[in-house]
């Protein structure tokens, strides 16, 4: 179960990623979390057709996100 504190911490965490995505052109939302921790995001602009895009998934957000937010399971692109 997602509980407040926790969707808090993962927020703040992609809002830290933000701006390094913006610097290329890119974004990402928060889609939703799922009860078995798996962040859902958005990617959008350059972020959303980039070959790159699942690198930077899973190289960037998700392993940033885990080191942060021991919790989360994975992080999937909507």
């Given at each position: 179960m997602v509980t407040e504190e926790i969707r808090e911490k993962i927020v703040n965490v992609l809002e830290q990623l933000r701006?390094?995505?913006?610097?290329?052109?890119?974004?990402?939302?928060?889609?939703?979390?799922?009860?078995?921790?798996?962040?859902?995001?958005?990617?959008?602009?350059?972020?959303?057709?980039?070959?790159?895009?699942?690198?930077?998934?899973?190289?960037?957000?998700?392993?940033?996100?885990?080191?942060?937010?021991?919790?989360?399971?994975?992080?999937?692109?909507?």
């Amino acid at each position: 179960m997602v509980t407040e504190e926790i969707r808090e911490k993962i927020v703040n965490v992609l809002e830290q990623l933000r701006p390094y995505l913006q610097a290329d052109g890119g974004d990402l939302s928060l889609a939703e979390i799922t009860d078995d921790m798996v962040v859902r995001v958005n990617l959008t602009g350059a972020c959303g057709s980039c070959p790159m895009r699942t690198m930077t998934l899973k190289a960037g957000v998700e392993n940033t996100l885990k080191k942060q937010v021991p919790e989360v399971r994975s992080v999937e692109a909507v």
